[in-house]
């Protein structure tokens, strides 16, 4: 969670194609900067004994911009693009923090691996940092 306000968002693809999910909907924009620490991450949310679906991302990648525009990776300690670990099943929350926090305007979750199809559910873990009014 960032702050005291829940950034959660829940993404699901309506194809098994990883082209279909658009990069576009696994986005949280805070609109201030915001140190980001992490990122926690569960599958798809079912109805009450329903046990049809049992859909969750395996490996995601974590994006984020400082202004809008550019976009940048979230790395490993060696710069690299890191691929975070997901669920491995629908309803277990998994948190995986950052190896240095980032300041961002808005993130994104881009799916690399996934069961059955690409869903979603995430929250971040960070603060948001005020602003500096000069004193």
Not at 10 to 25: E, G, M, P, T, V
Not at 26 to 31: A, D, N, R
Not at 61 to 84: H, L, R
Not at 104 to 112: C, G, T, Y
Request: charge should be negative.
């Amino acid at each position: 969670m960032v702050g005291e306000t829940t950034y959660l968002v829940a993404c699901l693809s309506n194809a098994f194609n990883h082209y279909h999910f658009s990069f576009y909907d696994s986005k949280i924009e805070f609109g201030d900067p915001t140190l980001v620490n992490g990122v926690v991450t569960q599958g798809r949310n079912l109805e009450q004994g329903n046990t049809c679906c049992r859909e969750y991302v395996t490996k995601y990648q974590v994006y984020y911009t400082e202004d809008g525009v550019n976009w940048s990776i979230v790395p490993d300690p060696s710069g690299y693009a890191k691929n975070f670990q997901g669920n491995q099943d629908i309803d277990t929350p998994v948190t995986n923090m950052f190896d240095c926090p980032v300041f961002a305007r808005a993130v994104r979750i881009v799916p690399m691996e996934w069961n059955q199809r690409m869903a979603l559910r995430f929250d971040l873990i960070g603060c948001h940092l005020e602003p500096n009014n000069g004193s």
